[in-house]
């Protein structure tokens, strides 16, 4: 089956600092790519969704400047959390629809992020 | 908008009696709908899928799925519980006017006892 990885799995960081997640599809490409977020014992919330060669589009509430979102490659793309804070603390997972294959979506391990 | 209900949000069962898990959905359109699993500390994994296709849909691991238009409902079942099962289920709708973006439904975890 398709794989969809994420790096790093996890990470703490301190207060202040930026941290960027990669959502790699590892052995199909993918024009588009999804960005949620999960709370603990909360469902999966669409933060964006990220377009190959142009910008992401963002769900409403979700501040552009600071979740920066770079759709890189056909492969790849990243997820900044810029100026972290401890509210920002979380599960972030990718997942990526296979081209021609719209209604399957492959989803990465997830990234748990702790801001200190 | 689309939207999807989940009706429990803890069902505990014993091994191997069945498993039940309640979905709603609302929908303006005809709705693409799935199970997704997720076990502690691991990635989302597909259970099955509808996509306007057979009503009753069979997954991985024994798992079903009826599509009730009529009831506007996507139930989750197995005939009989394995200790494995235990994990968090999210019943989920496909959204196309967000292109392939997926609505995910509160959440259900799945007790299962010895």
């Known amino acids: 089956g398709a794989v969809v990885s994420q790096h790093p799995s996890r990470v703490i960081c301190k207060s202040g600092t930026s941290v960027k997640i990669e959502c790699r599809s590892l052995?199909?490409?993918?024009?588009?790519m999804f960005w949620y977020r999960q709370f603990p014992k909360k469902s999966l919330m669409l933060m964006a969704t990220?377009?190959?060669?142009?910008?992401?589009?963002?769900e409403q509430g979700v501040e552009k400047d600071k979740f920066l979102i770079n759709h890189a490659s056909l492969t790849l793309s990243t997820l900044t959390v810029t100026s972290a804070h401890p509210e920002d603390s979380s599960f972030y997972i990718c997942?990526?629809?296979?081209?021609?294959?719209?209604?399957?979506?492959?989803f990465g391990p997830g990234t748990r992020l702790l801001v200190l | 908008a689309q939207s999807v209900t989940q009706l429990d949000s803890h069902v505990s069962v014993s091994e191997g009696t069945p498993v039940l898990l309640r979905c709603n959905y609302s929908?303006?359109?005809?709705?693409?709908l799935f199970w997704y699993v997720q076990h502690p500390n691991k990635g989302l994994q597909l259970l099955l899928k509808?996509?306007?296709?057979?009503?009753l849909v069979k997954g991985i691991n024994g798992f079903e799925a009826e599509f009730k238009k009529s009831e506007t409902s996507f139930h989750l079942t197995k005939p009989s519980a394995h200790m494995s099962d235990a994990a968090e289920y999210f019943c989920?709708?496909?959204?196309?006017?967000?292109?392939?973006?997926?609505?995910f439904g509160k959440g259900t975890t799945l007790s299962v006892s010895s």
């Open positions: 997942s990526a629809p296979r081209l021609g294959a719209k209604e399957t979506q492959y």
């Open positions: 052995d199909f490409q993918a024009t588009t």
């Open positions: 990220s377009n190959e060669g142009s910008k992401a589009t963002y």
């Open positions: 929908s303006s359109y005809s709705p693409s």
């Open positions: 509808y996509t306007s296709a057979a009503t």
């Open positions: 989920v709708v496909s959204d196309p006017q967000a292109g392939t973006a997926l609505i």
